[in-house]
């Protein structure tokens, strides 16, 4: 990665689709409940940590993010918003939790349904000057963006809808943070 895409990034029209930070060991509960995080795996300390460096990352190197954040209805995946770009500047979209989704023994129609919805939202250019970010999960190998490492990057180039988009490459938190070296 160099300076070139870090300029492209300053200038917006990307989508930055990241996996939360790390969680706990273990499963969601089968008896699963948005609103209570009991059910659910969390962010891990080491999760918490990586979430605040990566919004301070992304503040340092200046790249503009359009407000508010879209993030799964997870506690994993709104704390990761919440810690990397402030409690106010986040807005929880269920239709992340489709993409969870796509980890389970679901029948094809419905699977092609969540992809054919999430090739909409990836066809759809931001703001001018801004980047739009989506918090939520990574997928099973081999569908939609592939597996996404622990507060791993998926930078998207929207062409516009109906148009496709261009998958420019996946960051690291490591890689991220050399953008400006």
């Not at 009991?38 to 979430?51: A, F, I, P, Y």
């Not at 250019?125 to 980047?131: D, S, T, Y």
Request: with cysteine.
């Amino acid at each position: 990665m160099n300076g070139s895409l870090l300029n492209s990034f300053r200038k917006g029209g990307y989508i930055f689709y990241a996996r939360h930070g790390e969680a706990t060991i273990g499963s969601d509960l089968p008896y699963l409940n948005f609103q209570d995080c009991l059910t659910q795996r969390n962010l891990s300390e080491k999760g918490r940590r990586q979430v605040i460096y990566y919004g301070e990352i992304l503040r340092y190197l200046q790249i503009p993010i359009k407000y508010p954040v879209s993030a799964s209805p997870f506690c994993r995946t709104i704390e990761t918003a919440q810690l990397a770009f402030g409690s106010g500047n986040v807005q929880v979209n269920p239709f992340w939790f489709e993409i969870y989704r796509l980890g389970g023994n679901l029948p094809s129609s419905n699977r092609q349904r969540i992809l054919n919805n999430f090739k909409t939202v990836l066809e759809t250019v931001p703001e001018e000057g801004r980047n739009k970010v989506i918090v939520a999960h990574s997928f099973p190998e081999g569908v939609g963006l592939g597996l996404i490492p622990n507060m791993g990057t998926v930078i998207i180039k929207p062409k516009g809808e109906g148009n496709g988009y261009e998958v420019v490459g996946q960051l690291s938190l490591e890689d991220l943070s050399k953008l400006d070296s």
